[in-house]
């Protein structure tokens, strides 16, 4: 009950150095949620149906059929598609190299006659916007253009079919004429069918992915600065006074495990309860499940940091090394770039980072319906990782009695 | 001393590795008395210290706290109160939400802490600074307060580790008068400082700490009276530093340089008002110019200066 009272008391004593100390308040718990809102705000539409590279367009055809291609794209709400002037293809190469559009397109010959009338120019480093400005061509023809399209589907079917009699190519040239003049409504073809999954908002899933991965950056965060405090109790005496006293260190561990676990799940709070209003997550839906994988999430935190802070002998050492670590299982687990984007091999290695496994775990919770039997992995591991900072932090704590 | 003491300190010996610290050394502290442990840097006086904490065991010989070891035996430690030489509170906390803290952390019953609380601030008069942040404290409040963190738990043994460094003369003024209300309080004190004017003004019994060693231990003005019998000091301050034919000559008076100020040379008299009349007429015929010749008793830093010299021994 005694050794209750002493944690409490150290409890208190972080709560209030925090409290009183605005500048550590703010970067504690208004931080995170903001700095979860940017990154969010940058993924979330990037799902590959809401982006609109910038596409210049040089028409060197100069044909009716190009001519209503050219123009489909520039109105495209689509495609943000820009004529060049003048009409060449340095211009359009020009524009692409500046930097000025995303990709360039130039109509070479009439896309009614057979060949390859279209040539994409193509920036390497914005490579996504090529096949995005490709995609957005076809359709313009289907819409556009649909009597040429006709055409150059028969043309490419002719060396199979054989020659046309006279009928069949008044039939199709009718057919042309038909589409020319009322031209169908394009959906995206005839060949899919979309089905969203049920309940799924738009960007949920990347949502969800980076309310983790800042949550696990910013705990790891926090709790190496709460952590640091032992390093001014060593600096300033407190360390001292209490080493002569009955209870040594050990409680002031406690004490400070048991803050900075309180300090992790109110900043999961802050975190996902702007995910749940502002983006819509279903937190309290899940909150069975989310409730232990903040839980084991803060836990991680606070032990890590408290076993990385007591290893070291002084708080420039702490925090040289606390900031080295921080930055690299960030970048390695996923807390920086998806981790679907990374090698096969760096994805492996994450598995040995916190992040990777935090992450996972509010994915599988928030955004799969995972269940107890799917998550419960991530939270042994987390929260074996964190009591063996704790413990550690614990055995140094003893040791420095000399 | 008929108490019977709290701190039994028994031939205590420490080494690290191959440099042995502590050479046997005895101590022992009776309730109410104020002990100033003294020594230059490199005697032993932090390790000693460590050991009465418990923190080092001993090599050899015993330490004892009211009958146990405070190695060995956790709550022997109670008894104990440190106050460091740094300000070893939370900054950002008041006093009262320090000394709380500090009385909790010292397994005090949640009940009995707002009462020690107000105890420790009346006894170190910061009462009136209860609700202040630390950090916004004056340095004499704050060394104040860094004494009430370690009595709020009622301790029989208060240990002070230079607790006037850096302080002015009224705020180490009242730190005395502190000391002193814990002494008579029935506290014992073990002080360890540099400052050998508080020591000698506050302590009952001081200890030279010489080498790992008690060189010379006992009551200020007895030690004084071993040590210089009937003699003054004689400090004649010149009014330049003398050349070599000048400090010739005052050393041929039997005068002996201070170690940092060439200016100022001290020897011991009997007839230290004589003395200084006879030396005042011979340093001028001797070419040298006496800015002030001062008689006073041989003070502590006298003593301590034998001891440091070797010309003294226990």
Redo the contacts between chains.
Sequence with gaps: M?RL??T???V??MA??LW??RAALVMTFLLPPLVFLIFSSVFAGATGEDIQPKLAVADLAKTQTSGRVAAALLASSEIRAEAVAPATLEAVRARVKSGQADAGLVIRTDPAVPGRPFLIIADPGRAVAAPLAQARVQQALARAAPDAALRRSVDQLTPALGTLTATQSARIEAAAAALKARPPAVTGGDLFDREDLAGARKGGAVIAYYAAAVLILFALFSAMQGALGLMDER????A?????????MG??VTGKFVFLVGQGVVQAIAIFATAQIVYGVAVLDHLALWLPTTLATAVCAAGLALGLVSVCRTREQAQMLSTFVILVLAAIGGSMVPRFLMPAWLQTVGWFTPHAWVIEAYQGVLWRDAGLSQVYKAWGVLSVAGLAGLALAQTLARLS?? | MSASPILTVTGAVHAYGDKTVLQGVDLTLAPGEIYALLGPNGAGKTTLIKTICGRLRPDGGAIRLNGQDPARIASARAVLGLVPQEIALYAHLTVSENLAAFASLALMPRKTVPAAVERAMALTRTTDRAHVPVRHLSGGYQRRANIAAAIVHQPALLILDEPTVGVDIDARAALDTVIRDLRDLGVAVLLTTHDLEQAGGLADRVGFLREGRMALEGPPRALLADAFGARMEVMVQLAEAPNASGEGSLVAEGLSPSVHRPDLWTRLDVDGYAAAGRLDKALRKAGLTPREIRVREPSLQNLFSLVAERKLAA
């Excluded at chain 1, 600096?235 to 407190?238: H, I, K, L, M, N």
């Design positions: 005694i009272e002493m409490l008391a150290m208190k004593v209030l150095e009183r100390d600096r300033s005496g407190v001292d006074r209490l080493l002569a006293g009955v209870a040594g409680p002031v009695r000399r």
